[in-house]
C-alpha cells in the first residue's frame, strides 16, 4: 500500500468517511489497514419510489420485520481499516472497521468492538441515485443521491434498529436538499429549543 493511500484513509476514518459529523472531539486514532477482500453492499438502487413515502419492505427475525428488502452487489474490492478510541480512557468499543469501496472510497459497513474486543455493533445500508422507473427526486437540477436505508444489529443483545430515508415524517418534515432555508429550520439554537419542545 502506498502512504497515500494510507493518508487518504486516515482522513476518511478521522474526517467523516464513517459518520456523517466526522471526528471533531478527535476521538479516534492509530489507524491501520487490517485487509481487503470483496463484500456484498448496497451501494445503488436502493431508493424505493414505489411506496409513496419511500418506505421499503421488510422480513425476517421472529415478528418478519427485522430487516430490509435489500439490494446488494459485489463490491470487487473494499479496503478494511481499523482504529481505535484515543481520546477517551473509558470508552464503550475498543476499536471499529470499516469497510471502504476501493473504486470510490465510499463505506459500505462497519463494525464496533467491545472492549474485551467481541463484536458490539454492525452497520450496513444502501446507496442510491433517486431516479428510478421514470420516477426522480431532485437536488436541484440532478437526480439527489444519498444513502437510503441503515442496518444496526447489536450483537450481544440481537436487537436490531433500522433507519430509511423518507419523504415525510409526521409534522409536515420532507426530505429537502440544497435548501438554504434548513439552516434557520433544523440547525440555530432557536429552532433546536423549538424542536425540543413537548
Not at 12 to 21: I, Y
Not at 41 to 64: F, I, K, L, R, T
Not at 82 to 87: K, L, R, V, Y
Not at 158 to 186: A, C, F, M, W
Amino acid at each position: 500500500m502506498s502512504l497515500g493511500i494510507g493518508l487518504q484513509i486516515a482522513v476518511l476514518l478521522k474526517g467523516g468517511g464513517t459518520s456523517a459529523a466526522g471526528d471533531p472531539l478527535h476521538t479516534w486514532g492509530n489507524y491501520r489497514v487490517v485487509g481487503r477482500q470483496p463484500l456484498l453492499a448496497g451501494v445503488s438502487n436502493g431508493w424505493n419510489p414505489e411506496h409513496p413515502n419511500w418506505e421499503h419492505n421488510v422480513h425476517g427475525g421472529p415478528n418478519n420485520e427485522s430487516f430490509f428488502d435489500s439490494v446488494v452487489e459485489m463490491v470487487p474490492e473494499t479496503i478494511i481499516c481499523e482504529a481505535e478510541p484515543t481520546g477517551f480512557a473509558r470508552a464503550p468499543v475498543s476499536k471499529k472497521r470499516v469497510w471502504f469501496d476501493a473504486r470510490n472510497w465510499m463505506p459500505v459497513a462497519m463494525v464496533t468492538y467491545d472492549r474485551q474486543g467481541l463484536p458490539f455493533r454492525s452497520f450496513d445500508g444502501c446507496y442510491s441515485l433517486y431516479e428510478k422507473n421514470n420516477e426522480r427526486f431532485l437536488d436541484g437540477a440532478h437526480p439527489y443521491w444519498s444513502w437510503t436505508y441503515v442496518h444496526a444489529y447489536e450483537f450481544q443483545t440481537g436487537r436490531i434498529t433500522r433507519l430509511e430515508q423518507v419523504r415525510e415524517l409526521p409534522g409536515g418534515h420532507r426530505t429537502s436538499v440544497n435548501d438554504d432555508s434548513i439552516y434557520e429550520k433544523y440547525l440555530t439554537h432557536i429552532a433546536l429549543q423549538r424542536l425540543g419542545r413537548v
